[in-house]
């Protein structure tokens, strides 16, 4: 092997032998998030507001009182999907991306 292919696999192993240590220790202890009583009693109202809406008889409301309604829902379903999301997710292309930049940079 020529010193050109050795010295990316070794800079790859050394890499990953200082990361791996980095995340083996985890000390902080796991937390849960909770939910405050007032996020708690709006998904509640908004959850018996999609029961209503699904149980009432749709065939005699007019088209454009059937929209307001789907877009009642759909604004309820965006709030409650949002109420979930905690974090930042990454894609594949976005950590691909990282990895090779820190390999140019470091």
Same mark, same amino acid.
């Given at each position: 092997?020529?010193?050109?292919?050795?010295?990316?696999?070794?800079?790859?192993?050394?890499?990953?032998?200082?990361?791996?240590? $980095? =995340? *083996?220790?985890?000390?902080?202890?796991? /937390?849960?998030? %909770? !939910?405050?009583?007032? $996020? =708690? *009693?709006?998904?509640?109202?908004?959850? /018996?507001?999609? %029961? !209503?809406?699904?149980?009432?008889?749709?065939?005699?409301?007019?088209?454009?009182?059937?929209?307001?309604?789907?877009?009642?829902?759909?604004?309820?379903?965006?709030?409650?999907?949002?109420?979930?999301?905690?974090?930042?997710?990454?894609?594949?292309?976005?950590?691909?991306?990282?990895?090779?930049?820190?390999?140019?940079?470091?």
């Amino acid at each position: 092997m020529n010193f050109k292919k050795i010295v990316p696999v070794l800079f790859m192993v050394l890499s990953i032998s200082m990361a791996l240590p $980095a =995340t *083996a220790s985890n000390d902080l202890p796991a /937390t849960v998030p %909770t !939910e405050t009583p007032a $996020a =708690t *009693a709006r998904l509640q109202a908004i959850m /018996t507001r999609l %029961t !209503e809406i699904r149980d009432m008889d749709r065939s005699n409301l007019t088209t454009s009182e059937r929209k307001d309604l789907k877009k009642e829902v759909k604004s309820m379903q965006k709030e409650v999907n949002e109420g979930h999301r905690r974090g930042v997710f990454l894609s594949v292309g976005a950590i691909i991306i990282i990895i090779l930049l820190l390999i140019i940079l470091l």
